[in-house]
């Protein structure tokens, strides 16, 4: 059987996942250049969360600091035939909770820990830590 048959409903998560990250770039990236004083590849160290752009570049890297794992994740669920229901439900619950992460973080200016951001980065580190479990196990049972 194909994949795309096994796994088409986790492809089109994967596929929400890097359309996310590629429109948090977008906005991280036109954010800053919009600036009078923008220099590429540098952020102003005297931006704070107040500074919509500061969060937006926050979100951008948060997304490169987390993304990659979860894709390594996806890939090596995928690689070993894990259960296509459960690889989908961790891979749509990931997708959605770095949405959800992406609109607080552009929406609330806190320096608060926890901040209401941070329940949605906790949902999608779970969602990476059980599909790295789920790995495991069919790697265990294969």
Known sequence: MELTTIYGT?????????LTWMAQWFIATGSKGRKAD?????????????????????TFMNSIENVPMMLGAIFLSILVG???????????SFAVSRI?????????????NPSPRS????????????????????????
């Open 10 to 18: 986790a492809f089109w998560g994967i596929f929400l996942i890097l």
């Open 38 to 58: 923008a220099v590429p590849g540098k952020i102003d160290d005297s931006l704070g969360h107040k500074s919509f752009t500061f969060r937006a570049h926050r």
């Open 82 to 92: 894990a259960d296509a229901f459960w690889v989908m439900i961790f891979i749509w």
């Open 100 to 112: 959800l992460h992406m609109l607080m973080y552009y929406a609330v200016a806190t320096n608060e």
């Open 119 to 142: 329940y949605f980065f906790l949902m999608g580190l779970l969602s990476n830590i059980g599909l790295l479990v789920l790995s495991a196990i069919t790697m265990m049972n294969g």
